[in-house]
């Protein structure tokens, strides 16, 4: 017996050895090569960079992951309490891993008959997320976690593993770390939330995607109670305020935040600017704090102005049809579009949806469109705009009836007008999303800030950017440079042109060109200043001939024009391609006595430790002389006051500015300036077709500035340009130049280079100016 007992004892302990040898050789491989806990010292996880509008707002935010770090002691008490209670209420009692847990653990899931329950402590969570990288179900694993959490017990605080923890466990939705998963749930940060909340948030680490609120609203209820009721075993929370925070209700954010759409082509512009300048994982992942010139004020007054005036010149250009055509038995899936729109949004004014025209009645001008569960009233004045579009501006006539645009059957765009008189719900007008395109450029005179920039009318339709990134010709905006350039080589607002036929073959080709005025009418002698005012093409190819096509190229440039110029007379005319954000930054050297401003989007750059990575300052310098500056905003005032500017008007304080047609109507444009800012407006079609009859700058263009500026400048004190002590000023005759006198019929009071103004009088209308032509002021030919 006793040698039996022997046997045993020694089969034992010669297992125990094998066992030991091979659980010390598995602990000691298993163990090797283990990361460095001390690696947490320089926890850098990704995080949100984030862009804000010049007000603080934010108007983008770009990441890899999405996530805020935040300091433990700005996290409320509750929140960290919930997420001990939930996922390791032994946390502050263990020093890395909790035994009873574990052997809780493994009778629960043997019991279950499957993995049921977990123990691993939120230590060895951190090791496995931020140490380990990996989520392997292996005993390899395990065991290099378990190493890892003493290590990791040993180097830090309880509450620096709080701090690793709650920044980096992903809680669902794309949000990483409590501060992103409190603002994309309950849209507020940590600090806001009630027990509840907290509570909430404490549940959803096992199973972020499954106890979703904003998915599964039910089994995150659940996961809240399983929190709270464990915030009360560890005492946390009394059961009072247990039962108060299950009753308390919670509101979900379940409109995702978007905050790029508040101001989208300017914060792309910088967007491309920062992967550019500091390459994209720095972007997406670096937490970088960058603050913008934008005015989110002014965005959206751009943008509204860019829509309403698109708006108006595409119903100008007529209807473009239904979007689709269906049959009655198809109308539900119509009507099921809007009313999924209307579960979002209740039916209001100047709303847009899809409708299908139910029923047309000529005789009484009305048609029944259905909007969802809306009955609609489409009257003949709702949509009498409706004339049938042509390509290229062709001319068709304006409807008569209501069947000449549209059919029973037709699915349209709807917008909302007011509330109907039964049987109708609504009245509406017809719509469509304009195809024509345009952009709006504004920059601070006096420091080159760009205060809102929209490139298109529509970023999710189209990412384009043609506020700085298409080359159009610019028309008639060129010529101001041409007049510039010409005023600093010796000209004069009075100076004479005979606006005559035209004929050279100084052109590219050496073919014979006659360039036109608009509606090809002549004047015979004119002023300078009113060849401007007028944009008369003939008289700026003469001026541009005078004074050399390389001489007007160089005067660009110092405008801060980089496009390539083209070597020829029509420059004059504005063939050669420009961008808006360059034509928009010449004339600011016109309202800002002469000086160029270097146009920026960003104010400074910091990186997530609040080291300013980039900082820009108002950048410039004197482009041309002050006086040259100021004779052309006067002539530009005429421009707004007299001339092909008129509309602007309507501003009511002091404008000066300049319009733009090119051939055929491909581009219309508006440039304009008040002491305090200047904006440039571009409309024309992406595929380069002509606009309709008369869509010149004045009629496309002018009205999208007026809106805008109006809005811009409202309740601003109105400022006038001021005059540098280099001009003078002298009343003109407004048709011979010469100063005014009894025989003037209209008079003009103008300004002058010092020591350039008239020295004679004006004569009686029928006496000769003897001497007051030169060889250019003569009509000629070559």
């Known amino acids: 017996m006793h040698r039996y007992i022997k046997i045993i004892i020694w089969v034992v302990a010669i ?12 602990w000691y491989f298993w163990s090797s090569n283990l990361p460095y806990s001390g690696t947490l010292d320089e926890y850098n996880p990704p995080v949100i960079t984030e862009v804000y509008s010049a007000e603080g707002e934010v108007i983008g935010r770009f990441w890899k992951e999405k996530r805020i770090v935040l300091p433990l002691e700005e996290m409320p ?21 909790d035994i009873t847990g574990i052997i809780r653990s493994v009778i629960k899931n043997q019991l279950a008959g499957r993995k049921k329950q977990g123990a691993s402590t939120i230590t060895q969570q951190v090791a496995r997320l931020l140490l380990l990288k990996s989520q392997e179900k292996k005993y390899k694993r395990k065991v290099r976690e378990i190493i890892l959490s003493f290590q990791i017990e040993k180097k830090y605080t309880k509450e620096k593993i709080l701090f690793l923890y709650l920044n980096e466990i992903y809680l669902g939705s794309g949000a990483y770390g409590v501060e992103s998963a409190a603002r994309t749930y309950f849209n507020k940060g940590v600090a806001e939330l009630n027990l509840a909340e907290c509570a909430m948030l404490g549940g959803l680490y096992q199973a972020p995607s499954k106890y979703s609120p904003i998915n599964n609203f039910d089994k995150a209820k659940v996961r809240q109670k399983y929190a709270l009721n464990r915030m009360v075993d560890e005492g946390f929370i009394t059961e009072a305020e247990r039962k108060d925070a299950l009753e308390t209700p919670i509101i979900i954010n379940e409109e995702k935040e978007n905050t790029f759409e508040r101001s989208p082509y300017f914060t792309e512009h910088v967007r491309r600017y920062l992967e550019k300048r500091y390459g994209r994982d720095l972007l997406y992942s670096g937490g970088l704090k960058v603050y913008t010139t934008a005015s989110l004020d002014l965005q959206q007054k751009a943008v509204k102005a860019l829509e309403k005036g698109l708006k108006e010149l ?10 689709a055509t269906v049959t009655p038995d198809q109308y539900d899936v119509v009507k099921k579009e809007a009313d999924d729109i209307f579960m979002k949004s209740p039916p209001a004014e100047g709303m847009t949806v899809k409708g ?6 000529d005789e009484t001008g009305e048609a029944t469109v259905l909007a969802g569960n809306l009955k609609c009233l489409l009257a003949f004045e709702g949509m009498k705009w409706a004339k049938a579009y042509k390509p290229g501006g062709g001319y068709s006539p304006l409807p008569k009836k209501i069947s000449d645009s549209i059919s029973q059957g037709d699915v349209i765009l709807c917008r909302l007008e007011k509330p109907g008189q039964a049987p109708f719900d609504w009245t509406i007008l017809l719509d469509q999303e304009p195809v024509v395109q345009g952009a709006i450029y504004t920059l601070e005179n006096q420091t080159g800030r760009v205060r809102a920039m929209v490139g298109g009318y529509s970023f999710s339709e189209s990412q384009y950017d043609r506020a700085n990134q298409a080359r159009r010709q610019p028309g008639s905006v060129f010529k101001s440079i041409i007049y510039a350039a010409a005023l600093d080589n010796g000209m004069t607002p009075a100076t004479v042109i005979i606006d005559t036929a035209y004929v050279s073959s100084l052109n590219p080709d050496d073919e014979v060109w006659r360039p036109k005025n608009y509606k090809e009418e002549f004047l015979g002698p004119t002023l300078f200043r009113k060849g401007l005012i007028l944009s008369k093409n003939v008289i700026t190819i003469k001026i541009l001939r005078q004074i050399g096509i390389q001489t007007a190229i160089d005067y660009a440039h110092r405008l801060g024009i980089e496009s390539e110029l083209g070597y020829d007379l029509s420059l004059a005319l504005g063939t050669s391609g420009v961008t808006l954000n360059e034509i928009t930054r010449a004339y600011s050297v016109f309202a800002n006595n002469g000086m160029l401003v270097n146009p920026y989007y960003i104010e400074k750059i910091e990186d997530r430790e609040g080291i300013i990575l980039e900082e820009n300052n108002p ?5 041309i002389p002050d006086d040259i500056a100021y004779m052309m905003t006067d002539i530009l005032r005429g421009v707004v006051m007299e001339g092909t500017g008129r509309r602007v008007r309507e501003l009511n304080r002091p404008a000066a500015g300049k319009t733009g047609t090119t051939n055929d109507l491909k581009d219309a444009w508006f440039v304009g300036y008040t002491p305090e800012l200047v904006t440039g407006v571009w409309v024309g079609y992406d595929s380069n077709i002509s606009m309709g009859r008369e869509e010149t700058g004045s009629r496309a263009a002018s009205p999208i500035w007026l809106y805008f500026m109006s809005e811009a400048l409202k309740d601003k004190p109105v400022q006038d340009f001021v005059a540098p002590q280099s001009v003078v000023f002298a009343r003109i005759d407004r048709d011979t130049g010469l100063l005014a006198s009894p025989y003037s019929k209209e008079t003009v009071f103008q300004s002058f280079r010092k020591g350039t103004e008239p020295a004679e ?4 209308p029928e006496a000769a100016r003897a001497g007051n032509f030169s060889e250019f002021d003569m009509d000629f030919s070559d």
Do not use: C, W
Not at 18 to 23: L, T
Not at 77 to 97: M, T
Not at 356 to 361: A, E, L, M, P
Not at 619 to 623: L, N, R, V
């Open 15 to 26: 297992g125990a050895v094998f066992a030991s040898i091979i659980g010390g050789s598995l």
């Open 77 to 97: 008490k509750n929140l960290i309490n919930a997420f001990v209670a939930a996922e390791d209420g032994q946390f502050f009692k263990h020093s890395g891993i």
């Open 314 to 323: 595409d119903k100008r250009e007529g209807y473009r049809g239904p979007i």
């Open 356 to 361: 299908v025209v139910s029923y047309i009645n």
């Open 619 to 623: 950048i410039m310098s004197q482009a």
């Open 761 to 764: 009088y004006a004569t009686k």
